[in-house]
């Protein structure tokens, strides 16, 4: 089954740091870059990280300031977030997501097209 | 960054009925646009890419249009399944932006 399953997610105090993992299954993970998007309760969607598909090309959210750090591991099927100095606005449901090319009209688009199911972070 | 902003937040319409979401971007983005469906307690899912392709497996009830900073989702005859929150997303940066979400609930 292609799946992603995100684990890790906790009740974590102010200042503390947390890292959470998305497990893929049933595609080839290695062809694939990957997000974070979190969601805060009630809220939103917000993008977090992009990373390509062999971990060289990797982007993240300004309003991060440099507290989130996106990585792979390609041999595991893999994808983690290190989260560092949490706050209480950090407090959300956390999707991993992946990224896909289509083509159409002469031009590659991207879309997420695939998501976990989501493991929740709370910060207090 | 591109700022997508949604209207209206929400909206109440019945079984049956048309519905139309509005989503327009700081800049123009060309046909770069997506729309998701969440479900309370869901996954957001890949409804539309490109601005008018429907995904694999999406009602033909459902269609986008749009090119350049607005866009249109139309619902055509709602089904009680599509009560739920829509949103829509630029993929021309790759520094990725939602619009603020759409709820469409029952009348």
């Known amino acids: 089954e292609v799946q992603l399953v995100e684990s890790g997610g906790d009740l974590v105090q102010p200042g503390g740091s947390l890292r959470l993992s998305c497990a893929a299954s049933?595609?080839?993970?290695?062809?694939?870059?990957m997000n974070w998007v979190r969601q805060a309760p009630g809220k939103g969607l917000e993008w977090l990280s992009n990373?390509?598909?062999?971990?060289?090309?990797?982007s993240h959210a300004d309003s991060l300031r440099g507290r989130f750090t996106i990585s792979r591991d390609n041999a595991k099927n893999s994808l983690y977030l290190q989260m560092n100095s949490l706050r209480d606005e950090d407090t959300a449901v956390y999707y991993c997501?992946?990224?896909?090319?289509?083509?159409?009209?002469?031009?590659?688009?991207?879309?997420?097209?695939?998501w976990g199911q989501g493991t929740m972070v709370t910060v207090s | 960054d591109i700022q997508m902003t949604q209207s209206p937040s929400s909206l109440s319409a019945s079984v049956g009925d048309r519905v139309s979401i509005t989503c327009r971007a700081s800049q123009s983005i060309g046909s770069y646009l997506n729309w998701f469906q969440q479900k309370p307690g869901k996954a957001p899912e890949l409804l539309i890419y490109?601005?008018?392709v429907l995904y694999s497996g999406v009602p033909s009830r459902f269609s986008g249009s749009g090119s350049g900073t607005d866009f249109t989702l139309t619902i055509n005859s709602l089904q009680p399944e599509d009560f739920a929150t829509y949103y829509c997303q630029q993929s021309y940066s790759t520094l990725w932006t939602f619009g603020q979400g759409t709820k469409v609930e029952i009348k």
């Open positions: 990373i390509g598909p062999s971990g060289s090309t990797i």
């Open positions: 997501a992946r990224d896909r090319d289509y083509y159409g009209s002469g031009t590659y688009y991207r879309a997420f097209d695939l």
């Open positions: 490109a601005a008018s």
């Open positions: 049933g595609f080839p993970f290695s062809n694939f870059r």
